[in-house]
């Protein structure tokens, strides 16, 4: 997949409302949600690593500091077109290799049933039980960094 970049951005940037769209077109909208209710509460306060070939966003991935040691991957998106080829790992193992360099120890993310065995590949392992979000089963998983 070449020309691919992957770039640390905030609300504001250029590419943001790239990032929203597909946020709702791979998250969203598919459950039936409005273009209205993609933004979370703390948008602002978290990182937002996005995949794009120019101003196209392709994927992108969302990390909320929860204290100075972890916090939790959220908004994990990659354009239905590019699914499968390698780009939402890509986008995990940088987000984490940033999180590293700012001292976060550790991780943890609310899975969509499906998508787990996406995470496990990539180091993270289900706890607790199963609940719903969204109306969809999902899984908590969690790493540590340093593993
Ligand atoms: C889930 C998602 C982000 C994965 O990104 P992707 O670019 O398609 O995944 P990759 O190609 O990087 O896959 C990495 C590895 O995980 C595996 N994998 C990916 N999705 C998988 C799935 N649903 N089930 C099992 N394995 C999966 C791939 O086969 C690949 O394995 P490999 O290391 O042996 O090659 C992407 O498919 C997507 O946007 N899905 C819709 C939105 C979604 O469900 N987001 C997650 C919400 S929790």
Same mark, same amino acid.
């Given at each position: 997949?070449p020309?691919v970049?992957?770039?640390?951005i905030?609300?504001?940037?250029p590419?943001y409302e790239?990032?929203?769209?597909l946020r709702?077109?791979?998250l969203r909208?598919?459950l039936?949600y ?5 933004? #979370?509460?703390f948008e ?6 996005v995949?794009?070939?120019?101003d ?8 909320n500091p929860?204290?100075a040691?972890?916090g939790?991957? #959220?908004q994990?998106?990659v ?6 080829q390698?780009l ?5 193992r ?8 700012r001292g976060f120890t550790h ?10 065995? #996406?995470?496990e590949?990539l180091g ?5 039980e199963? #609940?719903?979000e ?14």
């Amino acid at each position: 997949m070449p020309d691919v970049t992957l770039s640390l951005i905030h609300p504001g940037h250029p590419l943001y409302e790239g990032e929203l769209e597909l946020r709702f077109r791979v998250l969203r909208e598919p459950l039936g949600y409005t273009r209205a209710q993609v933004a #979370f509460p703390f948008e602002a306060d978290s990182l937002h690593l996005v995949a794009h070939q120019g101003d196209t966003v392709l994927g992108c991935v969302l990390f909320n500091p929860e204290d100075a040691h972890g916090g939790r991957l #959220f908004q994990m998106a990659v354009s239905p077109h590019l699914q499968g080829q390698g780009l939402g790992a890509r986008l995990v193992r940088s987000l984490e290799e940033e999180l590293r360099r700012r001292g976060f120890t550790h991780v943890h993310l609310h899975a969509r049933g499906p998508v787990v065995p #996406f995470y496990e590949r990539l180091g993270y392992a289900v706890y607790g039980e199963p #609940f719903t979000e969204v109306g969809i089963p999902h899984r908590h998983m969690r790493k540590a960094l340093d593993t």
